[in-house]
């Protein structure tokens, strides 16, 4: 019970943090555009891009890719 309880703070912890990152990065970029003098540089397309690219990202660092191709590389 202790250990389902710890990874739930932990849980939360990670999804706070992930959030202010999130929120961090969408700032800088809106800044960034602002002082070149562009208008808006976040789209829907683009967001729906970084995401998907974010979940793609974290899918690789969790190993359920690895798999993928080293059949070539294990002999």
């Known amino acids: 019970m202790s250990e389902k309880k710890s990874n739930s703070v932990l849980y939360i912890f990670a999804g706070l943090f ?5 929120i961090l990065a969408a700032y800088l970029l ?12 976040l789209t829907s397309k683009k967001i729906s891009r970084i995401g998907i690219g974010t979940v793609s990202f974290l899918y690789t660092l969790i190993g359920k890719g690895k ?7 294990i002999r």
Not at 67 to 73: A, I, P, S, T, V
Request: no cysteine; proline share 0%; charged share 40%.
């Open 18 to 22: 992930g959030a202010f990152i999130g």
């Open 30 to 41: 809106e800044k960034s555009a602002e002082l070149d003098g562009e208008e808006s540089i």
């Open 67 to 73: 798999g993928k191709g080293r059949k070539h590389l």
